[in-house]
């Protein structure tokens, strides 16, 4: 059964860098049919896509963070990983990884990690 | 951007009620579109895919319905765990976008 785990720290200050990794276990993230996606949810509110990547290393960004993250794959260690720079407390939130499967039209999440909170705060 | 709606904010039922969902979207996002489940503390879980497939392992009494810009989440007979947020998903364009929810609570 494929797995994700996030990980990274919980808390960050604020004009820091965020940085977290998400681990894919019971499968490979180099096969052509999945992305790998990145999701976060502010405390109470709904779920914002922050970016994908695919099984060549092409990245897919919500231009509203663009000019703020990377998102990066090291296949050989079945993991994907963000950085979020500059971060204020607006990007408090519950950060998820996902896969993404691009066999469907609508490119749906079908698996997800459990979720980690990273509060932005001094 | 394609704004997806979703209505009602909250939709108040009782068990064994019929549950129906409305996703809107500022344009056509063809069959384009998927419907999550999320219950407090958890991540959100895959329903409906393609507007109307039903996702490995969920019950039969959850289906998708719709094209173009107006679709439909249907729960026939709600079961207690299925008190929880709902959201929509559409990727016919980048970037992905998701609904603001509509959250099933308990009359």
């Known amino acids: 059964q494929l797995q994700l785990q996030e990980s990274g720290p919980g808390l960050v200050k604020p004009s820091e860098t965020l940085s977290l990794t998400c681990t894919v276990s019971?499968?490979?993230?180099?096969?052509?049919?999945?992305?790998w996606g990145w999701i976060r949810q502010p405390p109470g509110k709904g779920l914002e896509w922050i970016g994908s990547?695919?099984?060549?290393?092409?990245?897919f960004y919500n231009a509203s963070l663009k000019s703020r993250l990377t998102i990066s794959a090291d296949t050989s260690k079945s993991q994907f990983s963000l950085k979020l720079n500059s971060v204020t407390a607006t990007d408090t939130a519950v950060y998820y990884c996902a896969r993404q499967d691009v066999k469907a039209r609508a490119d749906p999440f079908d698996f997800w990690g459990h979720g980690i909170l990273v509060t932005v705060s001094s | 951007e394609i704004v997806l709606t979703q209505s009602p904010a909250t939709l108040s039922l009782s068990p064994g009620e019929r549950a129906t969902l409305s996703c809107r979207a500022s344009q056509s996002v063809s069959s384009s579109l998927a419907w999550y489940q999320q219950a407090p503390g958890q991540p959100p879980r895959l329903l409906i895919y393609?507007?109307?497939n039903g996702a490995t392992g969920i019950p039969t009494r959850f289906s998708g319905s719709g094209s173009g810009t107006d679709f439909t989440l249907t729960i026939s007979s709600l079961e207690p765990e299925d008190f929880a947020i709902y959201y929509c998903?559409?990727?016919?364009?980048?970037?992905?976008?998701f609904g603001g929810g509509t959250k099933v609570e308990i009359k």
């Open positions: 990547i695919n099984y060549v290393g092409t990245t």
């Open positions: 019971g499968g490979s993230i180099s096969i052509n049919n999945y992305y």
């Open positions: 393609d507007a109307s």
């Open positions: 998903q559409q990727r016919s364009n980048w970037p992905l976008t």
